[in-house]
C-alpha cells in the first residue's frame, strides 16, 4: 500500500488537511484480482466511480455518510454509515481505501453465504469482541430504523426497535445467555429460509 | 442523484445486507438493469476536435441532447462518430457538465454564444455552478442593457403611417428628422442664449449722461428689456405648451426633469404680471427673479454633454449622498467640539454651535 502525503504537515490537529493532502494509490490490477472475485473490467468500472466521488483516493467517514445519504434521501442514514463505514474499514485507520473497498464488496456480492453472514456478524458487532449484545443490536436496529425515514408501514411507535432485537435474540440466542456469538448467528441464519433466500438477491448486482 | 454517486449504487444495494438477518419479511428483489453492463467509448467529433467520454457519461442526463437518443440524429455511420458542427471550445465546457455535475461558464467567452451552445445541447442554464454564478448573471445583465440601448437607438427608423401628434413628438425628440424640427430646435436655442444674454446684461451699469449716477442697464431701458423678456418667455411657453400637446403620456412628461425646468423658467414672468405695483410682495417678485437664470439648463435639450453630465450625477448618486452625508457629520461633530472649547471665554464668535457651522465648513474646505 503506497501511501504519499503530497505535503507532510507537522501539526497533527490539521487531520482534515492531512487527509486532503494524502494520495493513496492502489496496489496493481493484478494483485486485486487476485485479493478479490471481480474481474478486471469489473475492477476498472469500480475503480472510476470511486476515484470520481473521492479524487484523493480515500473515503473519510464524512464523505461516506454524504454518499450514502444520497440513496436515502427520507431518513437520516448517518448512523448506519457510521456502522458500515467501521465494517469496510478493515484496518481501522480511519479510512477507508479502494483496496477496502472492494475487498469488502467482492464478499458482500461474491461470497459465500458463510463469508457473508461472516461479514454481517461484523458488521452487528460494533466493538468487534466476538459476540453482539442486545446494546450493540438496538444501537444498529434504532440505525437502520432512522435510516428507513418516517414512511414506514405501519407506522412505527418508539418502542419499536427494542421490541425487534427482542424478537431477533429469541431467534437468534440458543442458550439464552443474553449475546449472540457467531456460531449461534451463522447456525441460525442458515435454517431460516427468508434469510437465505434473500442472500441469493446479491447475485447480480454489478 | 449526483452524476458520480451512481456508481456506487452497487455498493448501497450490498450495504443490504446489513438488514436482511433482522427483517421480518424476504427482501424484494433488485430491479434488473436492462442496459448494456460493459460500457463503450463514444467519439464525439465537434468541427474536427475529437472528443471522447464513455457512454455512461453521457446518459447521466437523459433530457439533454447528448443524454438521449437526440444524438442519433447525428451519427456518422462510416466514421462512427457523432458530428456537430459546432464551438469545440464552449463544447469543453458542455462535456465537462456531464463528467462533473458541474456547469462553469468560462470568463473569456461571449455570454450570447455560450447561451446558444448551451441552448443546442439541451442544457439549461439555471445549474450553472455556485464559482461562476455571479460572473454569468452580470454578463447577461450586461448584455441585456446592451439590447436594449440598441433598440432605443434605432428607434429612428421611418415608421409608417403615424399621427400628427406622434411626428411631433419625434420631431421635438430628435431634431434631425426633418427641417422643420431642425429649424424649431435652433430657433429654441437662438431664444434661451438671448434670454441669459439679456438677464446678464440687465444688471451691467450703463450711465451715458452726466447728470444720473450709474444705474444699471434694465432700468435704463425698461421698455426695451421687457419686450425681450415677453418674446423669449412667448416663445417658451408655446414650445412647452406644443410639448405638452405631443408627448404619448402627459402625466410621464409633466413629471419629467426638462418639463420641470421649463415650467421654472417661465414662471417667473406670469407672478410678475399678475403681481406689479404691490409693493409688499414686490421684494419677494425680485427674489423670484432669480429663477429665470434657470432658463440656462433648457440648453440641456441642445447638449448631449450637459445630459450625460446629468446622468452621472443621477447614476452616483448614492455615493455623491454619502459623501455630503459624512461631511455633515464632520462638521457636527467639529462644531459642537469649537463651541465648548471657547465656551469660557467671553469674546467669542462662537455664541452657538449653529455660529460654530460657518468656521468649521470655512476651514474643512481648506478655504480658511
Redesign the interface.
Known amino acids: 500500500m503506497s501511501l504519499t502525503p503530497s505535503s507532510p504537515s507537522p501539526d497533527s490537529v490539521e487531520d482534515e488537511l492531512e487527509l486532503s493532502a494524502v494520495r493513496h494509490r492502489p496496489e496493481g490490477l493484478e494483485q486485486l484480482e487476485a485479493l478479490t472475485r471481480f474481474n478486471r473490467?469489473e475492477l476498472q468500472?469500480?475503480y472510476?466511480?470511486?476515484k470520481?466521488?473521492c479524487p484523493s483516493g480515500v473515503v473519510n467517514e464524512d464523505t461516506f455518510k454524504v454518499?450514502?445519504s444520497?440513496?436515502f434521501p427520507q431518513g437520516d442514514a448517518s448512523m448506519?454509515a457510521h456502522?458500515?463505514f467501521n465494517a469496510f474499514d478493515t484496518d481501522k485507520d480511519g479510512s477507508v481505501s479502494f483496496e477496502d473497498?472492494v475487498i469488502?464488496?467482492s464478499i458482500?456480492?461474491r461470497g459465500s453465504v458463510q463469508e457473508?453472514?461472516n461479514?454481517?456478524f461484523n458488521?452487528?458487532d460494533i466493538n468487534k469482541d466476538g459476540c453482539i449484545t442486545k446494546e450493540e443490536m438496538l444501537d444498529?436496529?434504532k440505525a437502520?430504523y432512522d435510516m428507513m425515514g418516517k414512511c414506514t408501514y405501519p407506522l412505527l411507535k418508539d418502542d419499536t426497535p427494542r421490541q425487534?432485537v427482542e424478537?431477533?435474540f429469541q431467534k437468534m440466542d440458543k442458550n439464552k445467555d443474553g449475546v449472540v456469538t457467531i456460531e449461534e448467528?451463522i447456525d441460525c441464519?442458515q435454517n431460516?429460509e427468508?434469510?437465505m433466500?434473500?442472500?441469493q438477491?446479491?447475485e447480480?448486482?454489478? | 442523484?449526483?452524476?458520480?454517486?451512481?456508481?456506487?449504487?452497487?455498493?448501497?444495494?450490498?450495504?443490504a445486507?446489513?438488514?436482511?438477518?433482522?427483517?421480518?419479511?424476504?427482501?424484494p428483489?433488485?430491479p434488473?438493469d436492462h442496459r448494456k453492463?460493459?460500457?463503450e467509448l463514444i467519439i464525439l467529433n465537434v468541427s474536427g476536435r475529437r472528443f471522447q467520454t464513455w457512454r455512461t457519461t453521457l446518459d447521466r442526463y437523459p433530457d439533454t441532447l447528448l443524454g438521449s437518443s437526440e444524438k442519433q440524429f447525428f451519427y456518422d455511420e462510416e466514421t462512427k462518430e457523432y458530428f456537430f458542427d459546432r464551438d469545440p471550445d464552449s463544447f469543453r465546457s458542455i462535456l465537462n457538465f456531464y463528467r462533473t455535475g458541474k456547469l462553469h461558464y468560462p470568463r473569456y467567452e461571449c455570454i450570447s454564444a455560450y447561451d446558444e451552445e448551451l441552448t443546442f445541447f439541451g442544457i439549461i442554464p439555471e445549474i450553472i455552478g455556485d464559482c461562476c454564478y455571479e460572473e454569468y448573471k452580470d454578463r447577461k445583465r450586461e448584455n441585456a442593457e446592451r439590447l436594449q440601448d440598441d433598440q432605443d437607438d434605432n428607434k429612428d427608423c421611418k415608421l409608417p403611417n403615424m399621427t400628427y401628434r406622434e411626428t411631433m413628438w419625434r420631431a421635438f425628440e430628435n431634431p434631425h428628422t426633418s427641417t422643420m424640427a431642425l429649424v424649431f430646435y435652433y430657433v429654441t436655442g437662438f431664444f434661451i442664449a438671448i434670454s441669459v444674454l439679456t438677464n446678464v446684461i440687465e444688471t451691467v451699469p450703463c450711465g451715458a449722461t452726466p447728470s444720473q449716477k450709474d444705474m444699471p442697464c434694465g432700468e435704463r431701458y425698461t421698455i426695451a428689456f421687457f419686450c425681450m423678456d415677453t418674446a423669449c418667455v412667448l416663445i417658451f411657453t408655446v414650445e412647452y405648451l406644443m410639448r405638452l400637446f405631443a408627448a404619448p403620456s402627459r402625466y410621464q412628461f409633466m413629471r419629467s426633469v426638462m418639463s420641470i425646468i421649463d415650467v421654472v423658467a417661465i414662471f417667473p414672468y406670469y407672478i410678475g404680471l399678475v403681481m406689479t405695483d404691490n409693493e409688499d410682495v414686490s421684494g419677494a417678485f425680485v427674489t423670484l427673479r432669480v429663477f429665470r437664470v434657470f432658463r440656462i439648463f433648457k440648453f440641456s435639450r441642445h447638449s448631449q454633454g450637459l445630459r450625460i453630465l446629468g446622468y452621472t450625477l443621477k447614476s452616483c448618486a448614492s455615493e455623491l449622498g454619502f459623501l455630503l452625508f459624512s461631511l455633515t457629520m464632520a462638521i457636527i461633530i467639529f462644531a459642537t467640539v469649537m463651541f465648548y472649547a471657547e465656551k469660557g471665554s467671553s469674546s467669542t464668535k462662537f455664541t452657538s454651535i449653529p455660529a460654530s457651522f460657518w468656521y468649521t465648513i470655512v476651514t474643512m474646505t481648506t478655504l480658511g
Do not use: T
Open positions: 473490467k468500472i469500480l472510476r466511480g470511486f470520481n466521488e454518499i450514502y444520497q440513496f448506519y456502522f458500515l473497498f469488502g464488496l458482500l456480492l457473508k453472514l461479514w454481517a458488521l452487528y444498529i436496529m437502520i425487534h424478537i431477533f448467528f441464519c431460516d427468508n434469510i433466500r434473500s442472500m438477491l446479491f447480480n448486482v454489478i | 442523484m449526483a452524476a458520480g454517486v451512481a456508481a456506487w449504487l452497487p455498493f448501497a444495494r450490498a450495504a445486507i446489513g438488514w436482511m438477518p433482522v427483517a421480518n419479511c424476504p427482501m428483489v433488485a434488473r453492463r460493459h460500457d
